[in-house]
């Protein structure tokens, strides 16, 4: 079992930035590839970003290419996701997930085996 922990969510004006941050804990984190999901009111979950396991290759939904960016540090168990220029249409709660196996894009929810709670990030015009 891994557990997930979100934080860093919050309010913001549009253009500004936030650093979302997730904690793992129980097994080996650095066996796993991490993930951010976002959901909006009303929407289905839509991934955002990935990273694998090493940290060597990342993958990100065309929605936030350019303005976000994932990473990890396996030794405190962290994977960041790093938003900038935020889009009122970046408003949404915003999970970590993780996932073993081999490196490949994986977009899809049923992909990744375990998740956080969410944090929250709301962007204002």
């Known amino acids: 079992q891994v557990q997930l922990v979100e934080s860093g969510g919050g309010l913001v004006q549009a253009g500004g930035s936030l650093r979302l941050s997730c904690v793992a804990s129980g097994r080996t984190f650095s066996s796993y590839h991490m993930g951010w999901f976002r959901q909006a009111p009303g929407k289905q979950r839509e991934f955002v970003a990935a990273i694998s396991w090493s940290g060597g290759s990342t993958d990100y939904s065309d929605l936030v290419k350019g303005r976000f960016t994932i990473s990890r540090d396996n030794a405190k168990n962290t994977a960041d996701l790093q938003m900038n220029i935020l889009k009122p249409e970046d408003t949404a709660d915003y999970y970590c997930?993780?996932?073993?196996?081999?490196?490949?894009?994986?977009?899809?929810?049923?992909?990744?085996?375990?998740w956080g709670q969410g944090t929250q990030v709301t962007v204002s015009s």
């Open positions: 997930a993780a996932r073993s196996g081999f490196w490949s894009q994986s977009v899809k929810e049923y992909e990744y085996d375990f």
